[in-house]
């Protein structure tokens, strides 16, 4: 069975603190590993990384996979109150046909930001 | 704008109840999820369909049933044989099976209690 772990489950800091999010996998057919922020509802798309070694980067935040570790970390540094969010990390694999299979969730890291 | 359009926001349910939650998409998407989003549990998913009048049970389909008529279209039905309903349901889309280049667009949701 396909299983997604991020760490930590919740985590409180102040304003401009940088904080360095994890998560692991293990699962067969590795296709990508996605990063989304949910502030109230909809999980809102960060990034996606499909080769280890390479940093995506957007603003404040950027996030690397290590395919060999089985693993990702989502950096943001200079935190703000509104990166108070779940920051949700999830994986899509190959299907058996050669299709792909969607995507599997880990629980989600509650960042809290406080000012 | 595109985008993926899930309603009501808010809903409740009597015991032994069927409710229906909708999602409509007009991304031109393939690929339509619904995912059940608990605290602590991350997003579980229940089912999903890649086609028109096809769909497949996900991790935790007992209890739902959908119907895919249309390709914009994916209702979700909560049966009175889901004992535990009360969560946060979140509709999704993508191209194709997997996320394609972007992972899911995601609707804002539906929070359904049991009263």
């Known amino acids: 069975e396909d299983k997604v772990v991020q760490s930590p489950l919740s985590l409180v800091v102040h304003e401009g603190d940088t904080v360095t999010l994890n998560c692991s996998y293990e699962v067969t057919n590795f296709r990508s590993l996605l990063w989304y922020k949910q502030e109230k509802k909809a999980p809102t798309f960060l990034f996606m990384l499909?080769?280890?070694?390479i940093e995506k980067k957007s603003g404040r935040l950027s996030s690397i996979l290590d395919k060999k570790e089985l693993s990702s970390i989502l950096n943001i540094t200079a935190t703000q109150t509104g990166d108070s969010a779940i920051y949700l990390c999830a994986v899509a694999t190959r299907g058996s046909g050669g299709g792909a299979d969607g995507l599997t969730f880990g629980k989600g890291t509650h960042l809290i930001i406080q000012p | 704008d595109g985008g993926i359009t899930q309603s009501p926001k808010y809903l409740f349910r009597k015991e032994g109840q069927n409710v229906t939650l909708s999602c409509e998409q007009n991304l031109n998407h393939d690929a339509m999820y619904w995912y059940r989003q608990d605290p602590g549990q991350g997003l579980r998913l229940i089912y999903y369909?890649?086609?028109?009048?096809?769909?497949q049970k996900g991790d935790i389909a007992e209890g739902y049933s959908v119907s895919r008529e249309k390709k914009e279209s994916f209702p979700l039905t909560v049966t009175s044989a889901q004992k535990n309903p009360t969560a946060f349901y979140l509709c999704?889309?993508?191209?194709?099976?997997?996320?394609?280049?972007?992972?899911?667009?995601f609707g804002s949701g539906t929070r359904l209690t049991v009263v």
């Open positions: 369909s890649q086609i028109v009048n096809d769909f």
């Open positions: 999704a889309s993508s191209p194709s099976r997997g996320g394609g280049s972007y992972g899911y667009t």
């Open positions: 499909t080769s280890s070694g």
